[in-house]
């Protein structure tokens, strides 16, 4: 009786546990990849253009532009980008279609042969995918994972990427200019923000993926801080130069 309440508990245990986040959705790498490049590019071009030893209005206009130009290029891009995969996914599930219609028999034989190669006997292999054959539609979905590695039913959403992708670029880019807009007038409260910013960004990330959020942090901390400082030094030579 103890064995198996043990094993009764070991299995709730193994099913509680069990569950896998959305990794196919069309939203977290847009928005991740959005909020970091907003912050760091924008970061980056306003300390360029403060290097040069411009005006405050210049500056603050700069990052404004700044945020506007690539909230509205990265939504583009994301639309662009998701909606072409998205299509030429589609484009492969209707060829997989017509030959499901047109030719069953070869189908499922294909199916049964990929299953007798991963391990399963041939005569349980011939059934299983006379079985899943049996639903076209069911076929398809099979077809197309073993096949394209991708589910059908889970194709990202071009305007889920696009959305989510203006929205983090447009946060992230705005911390970089927020001091600014709040009525300071040196770059050191803008930077500040900013890496923290990073920082945060960076361990939020990382409580996504599972990875150490300092250590994540730290990465893009000094990814930013190394970009800010790049663009500053060019800045003021060129600055220095055309002046």
Not at 35 to 62: C, E, R
Not at 85 to 105: G, I, S, T, Y
Not at 138 to 161: C, K, M, T, W, Y
Not at 200 to 225: D, H, K, M
């Amino acid at each position: 009786m103890a064995i198996v309440e043990t094993g009764a508990t070991l299995h709730e245990a193994h099913r509680d546990n069990h569950t896998h986040r959305d990794v196919n959705g069309g939203w977290l790498r847009p928005a991740v990849f959005g909020a970091m490049d907003g912050l760091v590019s924008n970061l980056a071009l306003m300390t360029g253009v403060a290097g040069g030893a411009v005006g405050h209005q210049t500056l603050v206009l700069t990052g404004l532009a700044g945020l506007a130009a690539g909230a509205f290029s990265m939504a583009a891009g994301e639309y662009t980008s998701v909606a072409s995969q998205r299509e030429l996914v589609q484009a492969e599930l209707d060829v997989e279609r017509r030959e499901l219609r047109r030719h069953p028999q070869d189908e499922e034989a294909e199916l049964a042969a990929l299953y007798t190669a991963r391990g399963v006997e041939p005569p349980l292999a011939r059934e299983v995918a006379r079985q899943l054959s049996a639903d076209p539609e069911q076929a398809l979905e099979i077809h197309a994972r073993e096949e394209l590695g991708v589910d059908p039913r889970d194709l990202p959403s071009p305007l889920v990427a696009a959305v989510s992708s203006f929205g983090s670029f447009a946060l992230g880019a705005l911390l970089p200019v927020l001091p600014y807009l709040l009525g300071a007038t040196s770059l050191w409260p803008a930077l500040l923000l900013a890496m923290i910013g990073l920082f945060a960004c960076g361990a939020v990330v990382a409580r996504v993926t599972a990875r150490t959020w300092w250590f994540s942090g730290l990465r893009q901390l000094a990814l930013g801080g190394a970009a800010a400082g790049v663009t500053y030094a060019l800045g003021s030579f060129f600055g220095t130069a055309v002046g």
